[in-house]
C-alpha cells in the first residue's frame, strides 16, 4: 500500500530532537522555526516532558472517560490559572479542528440558531465541519455547502452588525491572529467591537486560538492583548507539545447538559500528563515572556529587502510577507543554512518556532536569512 499523496514533503527525516533542534537520519542538525506547524511549544523532547510521559506510560497509558480521571481535574486547575480563565470551564478533545466543532455546536446548542459568522482568509481547520469555516475554494468540498456560514471581512464591524443583526447567527469565530492565511491581526478595537456586539445580539463569540494560543503571542492568549473574554476558547497544537490533543474553554454562562458533548479519546493520560508537563514549563522557564522577547527581536532585525514589503506578528507567530515566490529562499534557507520555516500561501516565509527559541538560534536565523537573500 502507498500513502495518499496530499502532502508536500521535503526530503529529511528528522531522528532525534532536542530544543529548537533537530537531527536528520544523516547526522545533519537543523534548527527548527516551524515546530511541525506549532505544535512544539516547550521544545522537543524536553526532559521534563519524556519523564512525565514515561512514568504515565509506566502506570496507565489509556482508559475511557467513563471513569474519574484526576489528571483532567488537574489540568484544569492549573490551566485555569496559567490562563486567567478559572471560572471557565474545560471540555477535552483531540485536535484543533474538532475542538471548533465543538465551539460552533455548543453555540448552537446555547443559542438554538445554526448560522455561523467567520472570516476571510480564516483557517479553522479540515474536518468537514471545521473546513466549513474556511472560505478557501482549494480546501472546501461540495460536502461542506450544507452549512450555514456566512464570511465577512476582518476588521468590518458594520458588516458583521448587518449579519447579526438578522437575528439567526449562533456565533462569530474568529482567530487570535490569522495564521495560514497570512498573519492578519484583528486591531484591538475589532476585538472589543466583536465582542461588544455579540453581546447586543446574543451570539456566541469563540475565540480560534488553536495556533496563537498556549503563550506564542506573548500573552497566553493572543485576544488578551485586547482585553476582551470570549465565550469560548478553543485549544489545541502546542498544549500537549505535539502529543494530539485539543480543548475548549467554556464560560460560566454555558450550562452542561449530559451527553451534549463527547469523546473517546479526549483527555486521555498521557494527553493529560504530556500537557500538564507543558503547563508546568511553560511557568517554570517562563516561555510566554521569552516569547514576547524573542519575537520582538526578530521583527526589529528583519533585514531590509525590497523583496520584503511586510513583516507582521506578534511574539513568535511571525510572517514574511515577500512581493516574491519564497519557494527558493525558503528552500535555501533548508538545504543551504538547515533552517526550517514554514509557508503561508506562495509570498510568506511563516515562523512559528518552539516557545523556547534563544536570541542566539533568531540571530543564526537573522544572519541565514541576510545571506540567503544577498
Ligand atoms: N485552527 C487554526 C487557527 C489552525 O491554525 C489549525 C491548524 O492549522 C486548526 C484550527 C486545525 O487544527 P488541527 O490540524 O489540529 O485540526
Given at each position: 500500500?502507498?500513502?495518499?499523496?496530499?502532502?508536500?514533503?521535503?526530503?529529511?527525516?528528522?531522528?532525534?530532537?532536542?530544543?529548537?533542534?533537530?537531527?536528520?537520519?544523516?547526522?545533519?542538525?537543523?534548527?527548527?522555526?516551524?515546530g511541525?506547524?506549532?505544535?512544539?511549544?516547550?521544545?522537543?523532547?524536553?526532559?521534563?516532558?519524556?519523564?512525565?510521559?514515561?512514568?504515565?506510560?509506566?502506570?496507565?497509558?489509556?482508559?475511557?472517560?467513563?471513569?474519574?480521571?484526576?489528571?483532567?481535574?488537574?489540568?484544569?486547575?492549573?490551566?485555569?490559572?496559567?490562563?486567567?480563565?478559572?471560572?471557565?470551564?474545560?471540555?477535552?478533545?483531540?485536535?484543533?479542528?474538532?475542538?471548533?466543532e465543538?465551539?460552533?455546536?455548543?453555540?448552537?446548542f446555547?443559542?438554538?440558531?445554526?448560522?455561523?459568522?467567520?472570516?476571510?482568509?480564516?483557517?479553522?481547520?479540515?474536518?468537514?465541519?471545521?473546513?466549513?469555516?474556511?472560505?478557501?475554494?482549494?480546501?472546501?468540498?461540495?460536502?461542506?455547502?450544507?452549512?450555514?456560514?456566512?464570511?465577512?471581512?476582518?476588521?468590518?464591524?458594520?458588516?458583521?452588525?448587518?449579519?447579526?443583526?438578522?437575528?439567526?447567527?449562533?456565533?462569530?469565530?474568529?482567530?487570535?491572529?490569522?495564521?495560514?492565511?497570512?498573519?492578519?491581526?484583528?486591531?484591538?478595537?475589532?476585538?472589543?467591537?466583536?465582542?461588544?456586539?455579540?453581546?447586543?445580539?446574543?451570539?456566541?463569540?469563540?475565540?480560534?486560538?488553536?495556533?496563537?494560543?498556549?503563550?506564542?503571542?506573548?500573552?497566553?492568549?493572543?485576544?488578551?492583548?485586547?482585553?476582551?473574554?470570549?465565550?469560548?476558547?478553543?485549544?489545541?497544537?502546542?498544549i500537549?507539545?505535539?502529543?494530539?490533543?485539543?480543548?475548549?474553554?467554556?464560560?460560566?454562562?454555558?450550562?452542561?447538559?449530559?451527553?451534549?458533548?463527547?469523546?473517546?479519546?479526549?483527555?486521555?493520560?498521557?494527553?493529560m500528563?504530556?500537557?500538564?508537563?507543558?503547563?508546568?514549563?511553560?511557568?517554570?522557564?517562563?516561555?510566554?515572556?521569552?516569547?514576547?522577547?524573542?519575537?520582538?527581536?526578530?521583527?526589529?532585525?528583519?533585514?531590509?529587502?525590497?523583496?520584503?514589503?511586510?513583516?507582521?506578528?506578534?511574539?513568535l507567530?511571525?510572517?514574511?510577507?515577500?512581493?516574491?515566490?519564497?519557494?527558493?529562499?525558503?528552500?535555501?534557507?533548508?538545504?543551504?543554512?538547515?533552517?526550517?520555516?514554514?509557508v503561508?500561501?506562495?509570498?510568506?516565509?511563516?515562523?512559528?518556532?518552539?516557545?523556547?527559541?534563544?536570541?542566539?538560534?533568531?540571530?543564526?536565523?537573522?544572519?541565514?536569512?541576510?545571506?540567503?537573500?544577498?
Amino acid at each position: 500500500m502507498e500513502l495518499f499523496d496530499v502532502y508536500s514533503l521535503f526530503d529529511v527525516i528528522p531522528t532525534t530532537a532536542s530544543g529548537c533542534r533537530i537531527w536528520d537520519d544523516k547526522g545533519t542538525g537543523y534548527l527548527d522555526l516551524y515546530g511541525g506547524h506549532a505544535v512544539i511549544s516547550i521544545g522537543h523532547s524536553h526532559p521534563t516532558y519524556i519523564k512525565a510521559l514515561t512514568d504515565q506510560v509506566n502506570k496507565i497509558g489509556f482508559y475511557s472517560n467513563s471513569v474519574v480521571n484526576p489528571l483532567q481535574q488537574e489540568l484544569s486547575h492549573k490551566l485555569g490559572e496559567v490562563s486567567g480563565y478559572e471560572d471557565y470551564f474545560l471540555f477535552l478533545d483531540n485536535s484543533g479542528a474538532e475542538s471548533n466543532e465543538n465551539a460552533v455546536k455548543l453555540a448552537s446548542f446555547h443559542t438554538g440558531k445554526d448560522r455561523v459568522i467567520a472570516f476571510h482568509r480564516s483557517f479553522h481547520g479540515r474536518t468537514s465541519g471545521a473546513v466549513a469555516l474556511t472560505d478557501n475554494p482549494a480546501i472546501v468540498s461540495p460536502f461542506n455547502s450544507h452549512h450555514k456560514v456566512t464570511f465577512c471581512d476582518l476588521g468590518d464591524l458594520a458588516g458583521v452588525e448587518k449579519e447579526l443583526s438578522e437575528g439567526d447567527v449562533a456565533a462569530v469565530i474568529i482567530e487570535g491572529i490569522q495564521g495560514c492565511g497570512g498573519i492578519h491581526l484583528p486591531s484591538e478595537s475589532f476585538f472589543k467591537g466583536l465582542s461588544e456586539l455579540c453581546h447586543k445580539y446574543g451570539a456566541v463569540l469563540i475565540l480560534d486560538e488553536v495556533q496563537s494560543g498556549y503563550g506564542r503571542t506573548g500573552m497566553f492568549f493572543a485576544h488578551q492583548w485586547a482585553g476582551i473574554r470570549p465565550d469560548i476558547i478553543t485549544m489545541g497544537k502546542g498544549i500537549a507539545n505535539g502529543f494530539p490533543c485539543g480543548g475548549i474553554l467554556i464560560s460560566p454562562a454555558f450550562k452542561a447538559v449530559k451527553g451534549m458533548l463527547g469523546t473517546t479519546f479526549g483527555g486521555n493520560y498521557l494527553a493529560m500528563a504530556a500537557a500538564l508537563a507543558v503547563l508546568e514549563v511553560i511557568s517554570s522557564e517562563k516561555l510566554v515572556q521569552n516569547a514576547a522577547e524573542v519575537g520582538e527581536y526578530i521583527m526589529k532585525n528583519i533585514p531590509s529587502d525590497p523583496r520584503i514589503k511586510e513583516v507582521r506578528g506578534r511574539g513568535l507567530m511571525i510572517g514574511l510577507d515577500f512581493n516574491v515566490e519564497i519557494a527558493s529562499i525558503r528552500k535555501s534557507l533548508l538545504f543551504d543554512k538547515h533552517i526550517f520555516t514554514g509557508v503561508a500561501g506562495k509570498n510568506m516565509i511563516r515562523l512559528l518556532p518552539p516557545l523556547c527559541l534563544s536570541k542566539k538560534e533568531a540571530a543564526t536565523f537573522i544572519s541565514a536569512l541576510k545571506e540567503v537573500l544577498a
